[in-house]
Every structure is written in C-alpha cells, then in structure tokens.
C-alpha cells in the first residue's frame, strides 16, 4: 500500500524557517516528479516546488530565492526548506508522488501539513 506522508510543520514567526519532509513508502515503481503544493483558507491549491527524477527544479515565482526542494533517492525522500517565511506563506502544505515506468505514471497525495507564519 503506497503511503506519503508529510512532516515538519508548526508555528513560526515571520522571518523564521521550516523543513517539511515528504515520506514515501510502498512504492515499487520509480519515483518521477514530486511536488510541493500548498492550500490558504478560501484559495485554490498552488504549486510551490517541484523536482524531477533527473534533480531539476522549478518554483512558484513567490517563493523563489526563500525555499529549496531537494530529494534523498535512497530514502525515499523529499524536502523542502522554506527560509525568511511570511504570513502569506501560512497554508496546509501538500506533497504529491509521481510515479511509474514508462507511459505510466500513477500520482499520490498525502494528508498535508499546518505551516502557521506569525507576523
């Protein structure tokens, strides 16, 4: 039974950081993309970062400069580093798992995690 699970959120004041993980487990297939996302109350679901198998980035414009993605193959791991946060940047943070062979890519969610900026 494939299982994602992200951890790391909490409280922090603005200018503070976070490292949110995202765990994947029962996973035979290859892991392709994965990406961070990210839903404020009222708003819709927004892409913050996502990085491919091959370790290419790409980041949502508002937070470029402030958070890094990266990934530990071997651990089934990926993280994302969110520097000099903003009440803004307070949302339910989600990670999505890609993968598959080939043609095939089968994508997972997992249950999100609370980032709380104080001002």
């Known amino acids: 039974q494939v299982q994602v699970v992200e951890s790391g959120g909490g409280l922090v004041q603005a200018g503070g950081s976070l490292r949110l993980s995202c765990a994947a487990s029962g996973i035979t297939f290859r892991i392709k993309t994965v990406g961070w996302y990210r839903q404020a109350p009222g708003k819709q679901r927004e892409l913050v970062a996502a990085i491919s198998s091959d370790t290419s980035t790409n980041y949502a414009d508002s937070v470029k400069g402030r958070f890094t993605i990266s990934r530990d193959n071997a651990k089934n791991t990926v993280y994302l580093q969110m520097n000099s946060l903003k009440p803004e940047d307070t949302a339910v943070y989600y990670c999505?798992?890609?993968?598959?062979?080939?043609?095939?890519?089968?994508?997972?969610w997992g249950q999100g995690t609370q980032v709380t900026v104080s001002s």
């Open positions: 999505n798992v890609n993968y598959g062979r080939l043609s095939l890519t089968i994508s997972s």
